[in-house]
Antibody
Framework: QVQLVESGGGVVQPGRSLRLSCAAS????????MHWVRQAPGKGLEWVAL????????FYADSVKGRFTISRDNSKNTLFLQMNSLRAEDTAVYFC??????????????WGQGTLVTVSS | DIQLTQSPSFLSASVGDRVTITCRAS??????LAWYQQKPGKAPKLLIY???TLQSGVPSRFSGSGSGTEFTLTISSLQPEDFATYSC?????????FGQGTKVEIK
């Protein structure tokens, strides 16, 4: 069965960096675009970043552009999110999610359980 | 960016009720809309994509309709396991935005 397992969250001071990972299994990871989505405590969902199946395309939300970098290692079935210059407003649960179709138009069909990032001094 | 506004933000209903949630887009998005269900402490679950296509494994009491700027999610007969927060998402154009969510609680 499809599984996505995030790791790497924790408490970090403002201005510092953190790298999240998402280990995928149960499907051919290299065939799918992947996303990061976050949810601040008590708030709604916010899309963060997309990477195409072959890393040829990457997109970011304006709120993280220039600070966050999405990447993947298809040989290890793993998705990453490098987060630099973290701010208090980046505090959230971060989910990785699989794109339901190659056109990016049909939603995100599988999600990980999420990893909590807390940015605080 | 395309803004999505859901109504209501909160809904109190009983088991067996028919429930309808609306999602309005700030500009036309054709049928590129998805609906998710999320329970506390859990990841979102895809219910419907392309405005009206039921995701595999989702009960048929869930249905979606609409195109352009106005969309609805309907639960034909609310079940105990349906009490959750529901969010819409537009996939028409980057960035892929979500509505603020509708919390469905037990009356």
């Amino acid at each position: 069965q499809v599984q996505l397992v995030e790791s790497g969250g924790g408490v970090v001071q403002p201005g510092r960096s953190l790298r999240l990972s998402c280990a995928a299994s149960g499907f051919t990871f290299s065939n799918y675009a992947m996303h990061w989505v976050r949810q601040a405590p008590g708030k709604g969902l916010e899309w963060v970043a997309l990477i195409s199946y072959d890393e040829s395309s990457k997109f970011y939300a304006d709120s993280v552009k220039g600070r966050f970098t999405i990447s993947r290692d298809n040989s290890k079935n793993t998705l990453f999110l490098q987060m630099n210059s973290l701010r208090a407003e980046d505090t959230a649960v971060y989910f990785c999610a699989r794109s339901h179709s190659s056109t990016y138009k049909n939603g995100f069909d599988f999600w990980g359980q999420g990893t909590l990032v807390t940015v605080s001094s | 960016d395309i803004q999505l506004t859901q109504s209501p933000s909160f809904l109190s209903a009983s088991v067996g009720d028919r429930v309808t949630i609306t999602c309005r887009a700030s500009q036309g998005i054709s049928s590129y809309l998805a609906w998710y269900q999320q329970k506390p402490g859990k990841a979102p679950k895809l219910l419907i994509y392309a405005a009206s296509t039921l995701q595999s494994g989702v009960p048929s009491r869930f249905s979606g309709s609409g195109s352009g700027t106005e969309f609805t999610l309907t639960i034909s007969s609310l079940q105990p396991e349906d009490f959750a927060t529901y969010s819409c998402q537009q996939l028409h154009s980057y960035p892929w935005t979500f509505g603020q969510g509708t919390k469905v609680e037990i009356k």
